[in-house]
């Protein structure tokens, strides 16, 4: 079965400081990845997703992915963090077989952005 | 139209009671999802349904009832169900069966048993 790994339960960074948000997936096929972020009391809005081809990954809100077979990882970056940024974001993987139509999330980042 | 509505967006209910949550999408998704998310963690999938027809029920107590009435809509009937159920209830559509276009997640409803 997949399964995601975010390392870093919490990041704080100052507001236009760069920031990387990391990821780690355990999949044995090509997984499907995601990147959701969540403001409190709301949904899940997708910021990028890779499945094949360029490993770096462009997003909304200036994000950007970069997939690495090797590290089994999917870290999230952006050059210039905005207070707007503050919020708590999931990777997610998706995998077919029995899992089909499964999207397994890890346990989460919470942001924090000082001014 | 490239959103998932779900009503209501809070809801407080007896252990008694019977209530339902709906999910609505118009963006031709053939699979929807039912998500429960606890404070603090993940969400976490409870059903999915694919071309209306339930696919994956991931082990959820009875007292949680999933339909699907038509391509568009979903629907999650709740019957007795205890505090410990309170959450944020999530919805999503994707494109394929298999999700592997992207979900699309609504707002959610807020429950709370009491």
């Known amino acids: 079965a997949q399964s995601v790994t975010q390392p870093d339960i919490h990041i704080t960074v100052s507001e236009g400081a760069s920031l990387e948000l990391r990821c780690n997936y355990s999949?044995?096929?090509?997984?499907?990845l995601f990147w959701y972020v969540q403001s409190p009391g709301q949904g899940l809005q997708l910021l990028l997703k890779?499945?094949?081809?360029?490993?770096l990954v462009q997003g909304i809100k200036g994000f950007e992915a970069e997939f690495k077979r090797s590290q089994s990882s999917f870290n999230l970056r952006k050059p210039s963090v905005h207070w707007s940024d503050a919020a708590e974001y999931f990777c997610a993987v998706a995998a077919l077989g029995t899992s089909y139509g499964k999207l397994t999330f890890g346990q989460g980042t919470i942001l924090t952005v000082h001014p | 139209d490239t959103e998932v509505t779900q009503t209501p967006k809070h809801l407080v209910m007896g252990m008694t009671n019977k209530k339902s949550l709906k999910c609505e999408q118009h963006?031709?998704?053939?699979?929807m999802y039912w998500y429960k998310q606890k404070a603090k963690k993940p969400p976490e999938l409870m059903f999915v349904y694919s071309y209306e027809k339930l696919s994956i029920n991931e082990s959820v107590p009875s007292r949680f009832s999933p339909e699907c009435p038509n391509s568009s809509l979903l629907n999650l009937h709740l019957h007795a169900l205890q505090p410990e159920d309170s959450a944020l209830y999530l919805c999503a559509s994707s494109q394929d069966s298999g999700g592997l276009g992207g979900y699309t997640f609504g707002s959610g409803t807020r429950l709370t048993v009491v």
């Open positions: 963006m031709g998704h053939r699979a």
């Open positions: 999949y044995g096929a090509t997984p499907y």
């Open positions: 890779y499945f094949s081809g360029d490993t």
